[in-house]
C-alpha cells in the first residue's frame, strides 16, 4: 500500500477483507512496525515485518521471516541508509531468513548468476499494469529467470476509492514537490478486488505459504536494550 491511509486504517481494510495476515512495508525503514504488530495482533490477524528498499531507480521488498532475519534486515537498511551500500551488494541471494520480492530487471539479471538463489521471488504486482507488463517482457526474454524465480504475486494499492483520489493528489505533489496537474492517472491504483490474473510462472507462491514461513513476532513482554560495538582507538 502506498496511500493516505493509517495503519488502524488498513488494519480494518484487512479486516473487511477478511484477511488473516498482512505486510507492512515502509520506505527504507521500519517506523511503523511495533504500531503495527499491535494493531494486528489485537484483530488475530498476523503482522508480516518487512521494508521497501530503494536504490536510485532499484526497488525490492523484503519481508523477515524469523528473528534472525529481523536482525539481519535492521542491519540492511543501516547499510542502505547511512553506509550507502548498493542493494545489489547488501542482499545476498541465499539468505534463508528472509523473502527479497523484486521486479526490477537489472538486479534480477545479477542474482540469477548464483548458484543459490532460495531468497529471492519475482514480485509481478497484479494491480498494476504497467509494471506487471514490463515485467512480462523481461521474462520473456530471459526464460532462464522465468524458469529459476518461483513468484509472489503483489497488489499494490494508492486508496481504497475513488473518494480519495484528490486527497491522494495533493499528498504526492508535495512529496515529489509537483504540480497536481502534472500526476498521471495511471500513477493512481485504486482498489477494485483481490482476485490475481493467470500468470505464466513456473511456480507461483500464495500469501498464505509466505505467511506460514514467517515466524517472527514481536515480544512486548521482554525489555530489549541496542548494542553498540564501539571501535579501537
Known sequence: MKGVHSISELVE???????????????????GAVEFSIHCQKV??????????????????????????????SKIITDVQVNKVRLVDVLKPDNKTLFILCNNSFLLSRWKKYENIGS????????????????LTFVSRSPDILHR?????????NIFSEHEVNLYKVMQAIVQNR?????QSEEIIVFKDLSVPLLPFKHIVSSQEVAKRCTFQFDFSKYYFPRFV???T
Not at 149 to 157: C, D, K, Q, S
Not at 179 to 183: A, C, E, R
Open 13 to 31: 481494510f484487512a479486516i473487511e477483507q477478511n484477511l488473516k495476515h498482512l505486510c507492512l512495508a515502509d520506505d527504507n525503514g521500519l517506523y
Open 179 to 183: 504540480t497536481v496537474s502534472s500526476l
Open 230 to 232: 564501539l571501535s579501537e
Open 149 to 157: 524465480f518461483p513468484a509472489i504475486p503483489i497488489l499494490l494499492l
Open 120 to 135: 529471492i521471488y519475482l514480485a509481478p504486482i497484479v494491480s498494476d499494469r504497467k509494471a506487471l507488463q514490463s515485467l
Open 44 to 73: 488475530g490477524i498476523t503482522p508480516l515485518i518487512g521494508v521497501e528498499l530503494t536504490d536510485g531507480h532499484h526497488v525490492v521488498i523484503v519481508i523477515a521471516r524469523n528473528k534472525e532475519g529481523y536482525q539481519c534486515l
